[in-house]
T-cell receptor, first 109, second 116 residues
Framework: NFMLTQPHSVSGSPGKAVNISCTRS????????VQWFQQRPGSAPTTVIY?????PSGVPDRFSGSIDSSSNSASLTISGLKTEDEADYYC????????FGGGTRLTVL | EVQLLESGGGLVQPGGSLRLSCAVS????????MSWVRQAPGKGLEWVSG????????SYADSVKGRFTISRDNSKNTLFLQMNSLRVEDTAVYYC?????????GGQGTLVTVSS
């Protein structure tokens, strides 16, 4: 099994953009889809990106996902930051089983 | 809209058992693989178990193998997790998820507390 490594925390100012990385330890990041989940304090996690770069209905287009084969990583970019974006974010992929990254705490300063 | 409603959690002593249920609506349950995911207090998400659409293929995290059993009733659109020989470290909120590789979360989860 591979691991997904995320930064413990990131921060950004309202109106700015932040990027959260998710690096795969072995095997190609492009070989299986990456999902991103948002978990606000005290709430259950919800999907903000699926299949690398697709947004579920209801998720604003300020959220975007991408993969970079050169760094073997996926990224979640949130533009036009709002205070409501302050949350934990988890990436997820799979091989024979579901694998989650450790999570990144986003602080909107 | 995908709806996942978990139930069955509670307080149980170490060594005890619980059976979790997940009632599903908003998609054709019988055609999708399903999973259970958990989150210990203050920790990240951890995959627990997965099950094929037919129920014929299962997989488990090493931490629960031999103690937990995943199953489904496609006639009732319900997913189950039978948890035996529970340990303190199994304390977590348990979420059911649509899918077994790409997973969709959306329920509120059910809290399992293992304590004496």
């Amino acid at each position: 099994n591979f691991m997904l490594t995320q930064p413990h925390s990131v921060s950004g100012s309202p109106g700015k953009a932040v990027n959260i990385s998710c690096t795969r330890s072995s095997g190609s990041i492009a070989s299986t889809y990456v999902q991103w989940f948002q978990q606000r304090p005290g709430s259950a996690p919800t999907t903000v990106i699926y299949d690398d770069n697709q947004r579920p209905s209801g998720v604003p287009d300020r959220f975007s996902g991408s993969i970079d084969s050169s760094s073997n990583s996926a990224s979640l970019t949130i533009s036009g930051l709002k205070t409501e974006d302050e949350a934990d974010y988890y990436c997820q992929s799979s091989d024979s089983r579901v694998i989650f990254g450790g999570g990144t705490r986003l602080t909107v300063l | 809209e995908v709806q996942l409603l978990e139930s069955g959690g509670g307080l149980v002593q170490p060594g005890g058992s619980l059976r979790l249920s997940c009632a599903v609506s908003g998609f054709t349950f019988s055609t999708y693989a399903m999973s259970w995911v958990r989150q210990a207090p203050g920790k990240g998400l951890e995959w627990v178990s997965g099950l094929s659409a037919s129920g014929g293929s299962t997989s488990y995290a090493d931490s629960v193998k031999g103690r937990f059993t995943i199953s489904r009733d496609n006639s009732k659109n319900t997913l189950f997790l039978q948890m035996n020989s529970l340990r303190v470290e199994d304390t977590a909120v348990y979420y059911c998820a649509k899918g077994r590789t790409t997973v969709t979360l959306g329920g509120q989860g059910t809290l399992v507390t293992v304590s004496s």
